[in-house]
């Protein structure tokens, strides 16, 4: 599959935590990194190998943000993460998470405490497609998150063969939703299942053929096109397009300098 790999200079970090996952999304990059077991949601940060040297190392490459996220886990499962937030606080990053949103209101004073952007992931505001794509009956509520956390946020959502009809009618309830700053539409992304999802990354394609030909364009941010769909600002990102690059770290220890997260860690945990 064709990766750009003509990366600009990493402007952001990830803290990859590692473990289960209250969602089972059956696109989920995780599945793609087959040795990505081991579970480090209720092991102290201090305690996490080679942690505090990445963090050193983003100082030296003049990273400033960092977002918390999972290849395989949500952020917001980890036990320390207040602590956490605060830590990489005290040392002059600014902090943000891509969480599926299930515990937001539970974790309010962590997601309060952040100084960086939040991401929800939400692939459907209808019950029974979310079952069918996260084994979970249950969407977020933002209406709620609204009334108990005081913050704007990113909404993220994955195009695929179970929700790629609603979308467009999802943008359009979501845009009166004034907290939402954005919306950003992916694909699936894989390195090893391509087959297997195949009708999902062709899901995406048409989803974004109808945007670019229904609603205007604005601008480009790091080759991803942003269009105004109902009056919010809709990116169309591409993971392996993009220039945009960044750093990877794993909680087992690994360090990937790699912008290709699955690639990145299979490389790096051989090395080992
Ligand atoms: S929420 Fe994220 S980490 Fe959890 S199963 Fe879904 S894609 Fe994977």
């Known amino acids: ?95 943000g998470i891509r969480t599926n949103g299930l515990l937001a209101i539970e974790k309010k004073k962590e997601l309060e405490s952040l100084n960086g952007t939040i991401s929800y992931s939400v692939h459907s505001l209808n019950d029974e497609t979310n079952l069918k794509i996260t084994e979970v009956k249950k969407t977020i509520n933002l209406n709620d998150i609204n009334k108990f956390i005081n913050r704007n946020y990113r909404i993220g959502i994955v195009v695929n063969r179970y929700n790629k009809n609603e979308i467009i009618d999802m943008i359009k309830e979501l845009s009166s939703n004034k907290n939402i700053r954005y919306i950003q ?6 390195d090893n299942r391509y087959d297997e999802l195949k009708e999902d990354i062709d899901a995406y394609k048409e989803i974004s053929n109808y945007i670019k030909n229904n609603f205007k364009f604005l601008r480009n941010f790091y080759k991803a096109e942003i269009y105004d769909v109902y009056g919010v600002e809709v990116t169309l990102w591409k993971t392996v397009e993009t220039t945009i690059n960044s750093f990877n770290y794993f909680t087992e220890g690994i360090i990937s300098y790699d912008y290709f997260v699955v690639e990145g860690y299979e490389k790096c945990k051989k090395e080992m």
């Open 1 to 95: 599959m064709y990766k750009n790999r003509e990366r600009e200079n990493p402007v952001f970090a990830n803290i990859n935590l590692q473990g289960p996952c209250n969602y089972k999304c059956f696109f989920c990059l995780g599945k793609d990194i087959k040795c990505l077991k081991s579970n480090y949601l209720n092991v102290h940060f201090k305690k996490w190998k080679n942690f505090d040297n990445y963090l050193d190392i983003c100082k030296k490459n003049n990273i400033k943000k960092i977002y918390l996220t999972g290849q395989n886990t949500d952020p917001l499962l980890y036990k320390y993460l207040l602590e956490l937030i605060e830590y990489l606080k005290s040392k002059d990053f600014i902090v």
């Open 185 to 190: 539409l992916r694909g699936c992304a894989t």
